[in-house]
Nanobody, 125 residues
Framework: QVQLVESGGGLVQAGGSLRVSCVVS????????MGWFRQSPGKEREFVAA????????YYADSVKGRFTISRDNAKNTVYLQMNSLKPEDTAVYYC??????????????????WGKGILITVSS
């Protein structure tokens, strides 16, 4: 059973920065591509960023490109999302996600294998 546990969320002012983390257990971390999604009230879950198992490949939603950075530490079974220049519209529950197939992050969230429970990030104006 793969478990993903997010941490580091909270309240931040617009223009500020925040880093969230996700620790993975129950499966060899390096067999998994990792990503982040987010969901705001009344909206569908949307892709934010993904990283390949080696860390050599990353891609981002246009809405966060240049502001957010995804990274991973395979020695710590952890993936990070560094968020800079935060905007009120970034307010959402952020979900850590894992899948054996990196290409799945380009499709519907429904095909993703594993999910964390989510962590709330609120950006105040």
């Amino acid at each position: 059973q793969v478990q993903l546990v997010e941490s580091g969320g909270g309240l931040v002012q617009a223009g500020g920065s925040l880093r969230v983390s996700c620790v993975v257990s129950g499966r060899t971390f390096t067999s998994l591509a990792m990503g982040w999604f987010r969901q705001s009230p009344g909206k569908e879950r949307e892709f934010v960023a993904a990283i390949s198992w080696s860390g050599s490949g990353t891609y981002y939603a246009d809405s966060v490109k240049g502001r957010f950075t995804i990274s991973r530490d395979n020695a710590k079974n952890t993936v990070y999302l560094q968020m800079n220049s935060l905007k009120p519209e970034d307010t959402a529950v952020y979900y850590c996600a894992a899948d054996r197939d990196y290409s799945h992050f380009r499709g519907s969230p429904q095909v993703i294998n594993y999910w964390g429970k989510g962590i709330l990030i609120t950006v105040s104006s």
